[in-house]
């Protein structure tokens, strides 16, 4: 499977930046979508998931800032990130994670791309 994603940039304090990713070569199901981000010098953080059914998951620096919408149809996940903070400042990692024969899940991370806030 691979992710490709877009939509990171410079943005100044208060703007808003929409991130997607697409997944292809899957011939499994991609049953949660989401992101991922690591500033520098600290660990890899959960942003936002979705499952396929819709459910979603935030965490809770980003609730209310940040909305994470799905084409499950598509294999694709978007973020809307609104309100945005220096702090957000990071590698978004687009996120999927596959289920083969009903019980095996894959996990799968793409490329990353660079968001910045300035102040």
């Known amino acids: 499977v691979q992710l490709q994603a877009y939509g990171g940039g410079l943005v100044q304090t208060g703007g808003s930046l929409r991130l997607s990713c697409a997944a292809s070569?899957?011939?499994?199901?991609?049953?949660?979508m989401g992101w991922y981000r690591q500033a520098p010098g600290k660990q890899r953080e959960l942003v936002a998931t979705?499952?396929?059914?819709?459910?979603?998951n935030y965490a809770d620096f980003v609730t209310g800032r940040f909305t994470i919408s799905r084409d499950s149809a598509k294999n694709t996940v978007f973020l809307q990130m609104n309100s945005l903070k220096p702090e957000d400042t990071a590698v978004y990692y687009c996120?999927?994670?596959?289920?083969?024969?009903?019980?095996?899940?894959?996990?799968?991370w793409g490329q990353g791309t660079q968001v910045t806030v300035s102040s």
């Open positions: 996120y999927a994670q596959g289920l083969r024969w009903g019980h095996i899940q894959d996990d799968y």
């Open positions: 979705i499952t396929s059914g819709g459910s979603t």
């Open positions: 070569g899957s011939k499994f199901s991609i049953i949660v």
